[in-house]
Structures are given as structure tokens and as C-alpha cells.
């Protein structure tokens, strides 16, 4: 998934992968032609999809467990409290 939306600015235009061995979400940057591994975030459970909502969220799509199913979650920034 390419991420266009607003929610991480830092983020817009690059990819981001899940990985099903690897059991990640994978954060590309892309640059021109040049692509490169910026992040991976352990998610502790395969990966099967991921995709951007229209609100800017990250949404994924964990692999079923054991017979349990899935999980699909949601990503949002973590909101910082002042005083």
C-alpha cells in the first residue's frame, strides 16, 4: 500500500508491506527510483493485508490463529496530552 493520507505526514508516499514469515509491518521510503527499509514494527502475527482508510488511518489485516480468526486493526497516531 502507498500511503497518501493525512494522519502521518512523515509517511505520505511511502509503501508499506505486511509480512507473513516475517510477521511485520514494513514502512518503505521510495526516492525517485531508489527504495529502502525505514521501519519495521513487530507485529507478533502474520500479515495479511494492509490498506489505508479514507480518515488517513492504517488498517491491517492479521492472519487467522489457531482457529480464532484474525484481527483487524487499526492505526492512528498516538495523541500527545498537554497541560
Known sequence: MFYSGDRFPAWKGNAFLGGLSSRALVRVEIN???????????????????????????WIIEDEKNGS?????????????TR
Open 69 to 81: 480468526g484474525g484481527r483487524l486493526l487499526k492505526l492512528t497516531p498516538i495523541q500527545k496530552m
Open 32 to 58: 525517485g527510483t531508489d527504495a529502502r527499509e525505514a521501519e519495521r514494527f513487530d507485529m507478533g502475527a502474520r500479515i495479511r493485508e494492509v490498506e489505508h482508510g479514507p480518515d488517513g488511518a492504517i
